[in-house]
């Protein structure tokens, strides 16, 4: 299928459109063949189009997107972008790929852009924007995740489904949803670009994440240095279950059987102490209460 389909409407050439094609990589031109494509209409006036609601980005390199402003000054918006009708405003048009384009076509003082309108329900935009995007690497570690887990919520993907669909193996969509655990400070930290997927990674399951996070960043520590670091506090804590009572260890099993939550048992020598249960979203401590509330 050729995007371009009359070179009059486009201003383009069939060697044009075939280099289109290619440069929205092959789970993007698979997906704009399962949609139906109106040709009648190939420009849009910058005013006419907003952005994509399932956009998975959520910053926009301002370095990277001033280039492409001094490039569509010297040679236009060469690939068109993806809109669909919206849904929402009478009259508009949602963006379905390449809300960058928009963004630097408005900045270069472009009145109008060349377009695809094609027709997609939700599902299909969150599909074209996440794979747009996860292709050409603009997504940090986190939205890459959110993008990943969006699915899962909301239209009801597994992550075999998603690693199909994507095109990357399951391990790496287990490992990008993994990083959704870390607490909302550390995700801040990868959100902003002062964390990288490797140090996001070293992180999850670490009681003092947001701790350690901020060693990293203080000491400007690469991957491999973090991951000696973090080895410091795993050895520590192993060394402190080593030492503790057994009969204390055991009854931290069986509530954490019982909970399926981390659990900490902390027993002074005159049989005093504290007991702290770990939780990582509300649902968790709704759970801890309820069972506070049902048996006390």
């Not at 952005?51 to 997107?65: G, I, T, V």
């Not at 809300?99 to 309108?117: N, S, T, Y």
């Not at 193996?169 to 670009?193: F, Q, T």
């Not at 009681?207 to 080895?231: D, G, H, P, T, Y």
């Amino acid at each position: 299928m050729n995007l371009l389909i009359k070179k009059q409407d486009w201003g383009y050439s069939l060697m044009d459109a075939n280099r289109i094609k290619k440069g929205l990589g092959r789970g993007l031109s698979s997906l704009i063949g399962e949609t139906k494509i109106e040709s009648k209409k190939n420009r849009l006036a910058i005013n006419e189009i907003i952005p994509n609601k399932f956009q998975p980005r959520k910053n926009f390199d301002e370095e990277n997107l001033n280039d492409l402003v001094n490039s569509i000054r010297e040679r236009g918006i060469i690939q068109p972008i993806i809109v669909r009708k919206s849904e929402d405003q009478i009259s508009k048009y949602e963006i379905i790929a390449g809300e960058r384009r928009w963004l630097a076509a408005q900045k270069a003082g472009l009145h109008e852009v060349p377009v695809v309108i094609t027709e997609a329900d939700d599902l299909k935009s969150l599909e074209f924007a996440i794979v747009e995007n996860v292709q050409r690497h603009d997504l940090n570690p986190l939205e890459e995740a959110q993008g990943y887990q969006r699915l899962i919520n909301e239209f009801s993907y597994d992550q075999e489904r998603v690693s199909k669909f994507i095109g990357k193996s399951r391990s790496h969509v287990a490992n990008c949803l993994r990083i959704l655990s870390l607490p909302e400070e550390v995700l801040k930290l990868v959100e902003n670009k002062k964390l990288s997927s490797g140090h996001a990674k070293i992180l999850v399951g670490l009681e003092n994440a947001n701790f350690v996070a901020n060693k990293i960043i203080e000491k400007k520590l690469s991957v491999r240095q973090s991951e000696n670091f973090v080895k410091i506090f795993k050895s520590k804590k192993s060394l402190l279950k080593k030492n503790k009572d057994p009969n204390i260890i055991l009854l931290e099993n069986s509530l954490i059987e019982k909970v399926g939550l981390n659990v900490a048992i902390n027993n002074k020598k005159n049989n005093q102490g504290n007991i702290s249960f770990e939780y990582k979203d509300l649902d968790q401590l709704n759970k801890i209460i309820e069972i506070v509330k049902k048996y006390y």
